[in-house]
């Protein structure tokens, strides 16, 4: 049976997460415009929110906590991506600001969904009024 094959256009982009000193610690595939991922960033912070660290966890209880944390990045980003994003780094790490690890994560896919969409909004703005120019004279 005879095959064709055809690229489409997704949206998607490399995310390459940077540390303080500008060194790759990790990157990922992204759809920032993907409708879908709106969906599910929603229902990742409420997941986020719900999850707790017991006062009397032990080392089992938060490498599980820390696997459910890595399905709910693989979840948000449509892809594997934990195996990169957390390479250098458990989610449960605290940084500097006190701040988990994977909340910076959050943070940073956020603004990156933000700009993105932003940007390609402003861009097809921009077709149409050129578009559309010659009809408001």
Not at 29 to 36: A, E, K, M, R, T
């Amino acid at each position: 049976m005879e095959e064709f094959r055809r690229k489409v256009k997704t949206g998607a982009l490399n995310v390459i997460l940077t540390n303080e000193n500008d060194e790759e610690i990790g990157r990922f595939p992204f759809n920032p415009v993907d409708l879908n991922i709106i969906r599910r960033y929603e229902e990742v912070v409420a997941n986020l929110e719900k999850m707790e660290v017991p006062e009397d966890a032990t080392e089992k209880d938060i490498l599980e906590l820390s696997d459910r944390l890595e399905e709910q990045i693989d979840y948000l980003l449509n892809s594997k991506a934990s195996k990169s994003v957390f390479a250098i780094c458990n989610p449960l790490t605290l940084t500097e600001s006190g701040d988990f690890f994977i909340e910076n994560i959050i943070v940073e896919i956020a603004d990156v969904i933000e700009q993105v969409t932003d940007q390609r909004i402003k861009k097809k703005q921009a077709k149409i009024k050129r578009a559309t120019s010659k009809y408001h004279k």
